[in-house]
T-cell receptor, first 113, second 113 residues
Framework: QKEVEQNSGPLSVPEGAIASLNCTYS??????FFWYRQYSGKSPELIMF????GDKEDGRFTAQLNKASQYVSLLIRDSQPSDSATYLC?????????????FGAGTRLFVKA | DGGITQSPKYLFRKEGQNVTLSCEQN?????MYWYRQDPGQGLRLIYY???????QKGDIAEGYSVSREKKESFPLTVTSAQKNPTAFYLC????????????FGSGTRLTVV
């Protein structure tokens, strides 16, 4: 079992719909959670981070964290073709000697115009 | 503008050759990281450094070496001991503590010829 799991997709949604991206993690001690967007051939860019259970909203993006169920999700409202990218989930947890950030393999999102 | 600069964008390595990837940041971040990305896989940590003249191995350090002589610079050398070096290499930085995610450079795509 991978430490951070994401459905590889592609997830296809029509323009204007809500895209829901999910991520599960195995270490209950994980403390910080991040979503990155990566366009094809480009480097990842940070979209959001969340530490506490519940929702965190930033514009069209909402991150949701449920530590009891060990999942974190990203909702993208009013999806646009420009949102088509791979979305990486990252989890930061304590490791011997310090913290460690683990990345999932990413979910490809395709927004149809 | 602050950011991370990676060079070159594309690099071709012959069998048995060592090559060095450059990473420079002007964000005044203490921590710097090197990741490798292969298709369908999450980012894997090669090396990281939290202070000048000190660095730690990540999960896949074999066949790689780094130095941190200046806060702004964290070059990665891919040695001939790395048997499968073809990949997309990403440099990242963050303040310490690393609570707010990483800033990534634009990446170097290395191909063995």
């Amino acid at each position: 079992q991978k430490e951070v799991e994401q459905n590889s997709g592609p997830l296809s949604v029509p323009e204007g719909a809500i895209a829901s991206l999910n991520c599960t993690y195995s270490d209950r001690g994980s403390q910080s959670f991040f979503w990155y967007r990566q366009y094809s051939g480009k480097s990842p860019e940070l979209i959001m981070f969340i530490y506490s259970n519940g929702d965190k909203e930033d514009g069209r993006f909402t991150a949701q964290l449920n530590k009891a169920s060990q999942y974190v999700s990203l909702l993208i409202r009013d999806s646009q073709p420009s949102d088509s990218a791979t979305y990486l989930c990252a989890v930061r947890r304590w490791n011997t000697g310090g913290f460690k950030t683990i990345f999932g393999a990413g979910t490809r999102l395709f927004v149809k115009a | 503008d602050g950011g991370i600069t990676q060079s070159p964008k594309y690099l071709f390595r012959k069998e048995g050759q060592n090559v060095t990837l450059s990473c420079e940041q002007n964000l005044n971040h203490d921590a710097m990281y090197w990741y490798r990305q292969d298709p369908g896989q999450g980012l894997r940590l090669i090396y990281y450094s939290q202070i000048v003249n000190d660095f730690q191995k990540g999960d896949i350090a074999e066949g790689y070496s780094v130095s941190r002589e200046k806060k702004e610079s964290f070059p990665l050398t891919v040695t001939s001991a790395q048997k499968n070096p073809t990949a997309f290499y990403l440099c990242a930085s963050s303040p310490i503590p690393e609570n707010y995610g990483y800033t990534f450079g634009s990446g170097t795509r290395l191909t063995v010829v």
